[in-house]
């Protein structure tokens, strides 16, 4: 491993403090309740990021061990950001329950064909000589992540007005500061794959701390400002959204 300058151990550091202040502002505004994956995201993050820092800094754990510790809390990350991914759905479509159980379904079947992608990838992949077959596949799972994250983000942009969503709206932080940094995890990972792993990693890996820091930057934002109580809501639109909600669920009804 490099060692690290005062610049990385910033970059390292600073993003845990501010996401500890954006779950204690959770907290206090009872927003944990209202978004309690998104919560559980932010403290795991905390904790994960505190135990690799004590593990990277312990002379007595190898690269080995230390990989190993990465990449099982990477998998416990996959899961947490597609209940994130989840969450926001639930939140979009809560008025009308014709469309989010529409929206759940699809979003499992999602899960499920990429899941079985990630494993198809793992069997075949040769692997590297410090990882397990499974994480070619969790790697490949992480990047299909990152492109539902970037759609997510870029669909509330189109669509924000139609579905009465405020860009000050608690759910459009969550969703713009994921986006911002899935698109960072799909560039880095095309330059890498452009460059080969060495010696990109190194600079790939301070790009990507810098924008996860710009994320969290984005999160403490939006958390700071209070949501709108009154969003604009055009009529026309939530018409239609109802007549689509209602037809939806004499269909699952049946």
């Given amino acids: 491993m490099y060692p690290h300058s005062f610049f990385w151990h910033y970059l390292w550091i600073a993003p845990q403090v501010l996401l500890t202040t954006v779950a204690a502002l959770m907290v206090t505004r009872r927003l944990h309740r209202e978004f309690p994956s998104f919560f559980i995201y932010t403290v795991f993050q905390v904790i994960l990021n505190a135990v690799l820092f004590f593990l ?11 990989r190993w510790a990465e990449w099982v809390g990477e998998i416990l990350s996959i899961g947490l950001r597609f209940a994130v991914i989840q969450e926001i759905f639930s939140v979009i479509f809560r008025s009308f329950p014709g469309l ?13 064909i990429l899941g079985l992608i990630a494993v198809a990838v793992a069997a075949h992949n040769p692997g590297v000589d410090y990882l ?21 983000l870029l669909l509330l942009f189109l669509f924000s007005s139609y579905f009465g969503l405020s860009w000050r709206s608690y759910v459009f932080g969550i969703a713009t500061g994921l986006g911002i940094f899935s698109a960072t995890q799909l560039a880095t990972a095309a330059v890498k794959a452009y460059l080969g792993p060495y010696p990109s990693d190194y600079l790939i890996d301070f790009v990507v701390m810098g924008m996860y820091h710009c994320s969290v930057l984005v999160w403490l934002f939006y958390f700071l400002v209070s949501e709108p109580i009154y969003p604009t809501i055009r009529l026309a639109p939530v018409q239609d959204l109802e007549s689509w909600n209602d037809e939806l669920r004499r269909l699952l009804q049946r």
């Fill in 56 to 66: 990277d800094h312990n002379a007595s754990v190898s690269w080995y061990q230390y």
């Fill in 132 to 152: 397990p077959h499974l994480f070619a596949g969790l790697a490949l799972l992480d990047r299909a992540i990152a492109i539902m994250q970037c759609g997510i």
């Fill in 100 to 112: 989010k159980n529409l929206g759940i379904v699809a979003f499992r079947w999602a899960l499920a």
